[in-house]
């Protein structure tokens, strides 16, 4: 059964500034935007929602995955209302639901006897790396990480997951394995360099191709499988 709802999606090959992206960029572990803070780059949020799309439309129409039927956890996903993703665009979607993933802001001029906060009185005549340093003593095993929706401790990267998700795509709706090879080796070679460990052929030479056979295509599409699974459960990545 073919997908229809998830479809390709092309990298952005290019920066605005005309060089070639850097999409490592986006595996940097904080991101502090006009005063906010998230666990990661909203690119990691998206490729998330998009996983989780995937795996939604797997268990609407039935596609097993090795052998099972995929089950969405709507317990876990009931906060990013799940039933409507099928249907959104991420960038709607994350208007309405970003605050599930924002660290709570700074609060100043406040008093409050809250046992949830801690209300810090600072001089405005001191030095601000100073002060920083201070703050760290003055915090030290009084705050705790609290995150709704956490990220795994995977290594894979922004962009493997990018790729792994096209590969699935077009696998699913019937593109043979040497096909989608030599889509990936074509389309991602701008880029490739984010992508490859070092590999060697069988003679010792440098192998340059980020999917040199069909072989790995099929493991692409078997780790997609797993992350699937995994995601359905409220994993990522």
Known sequence: MKLTVNKVITPRLYSSKGDYADYSYFDVSKRTIGGETIGRNI??????????RLALECEQKGIRIDGEKIKVS??????WNSDSILESRFDDWWKNHKQLFTHEKIKTGVSVEDDDYLVLMIPKTRDKTDLLKEL?????????????????NSKATYLRCHMQYNIFIKAMNGKNRSTIRDWVNETYEPVKSHMLQTKFDVEGKQ???????????????????????SVSKGIFP
């Open 207 to 229: 192998i340059g191709e980020i999917i040199s056979n069909e072989q790995g295509v099929t493991n692409n599409v078997r780790y997609v499988k797993k992350r699937l699974i």
């Open 136 to 152: 760290d003593e003055v915090l030290e095993g009084k705050t705790k990480s609290v995150v709704q929706f956490p990220f795994s």
């Open 74 to 79: 709507k317990r876990y996903y009931k906060k």
């Open 43 to 52: 690119q990691w949020y998206r490729m998330w929602w998009m996983y989780l």
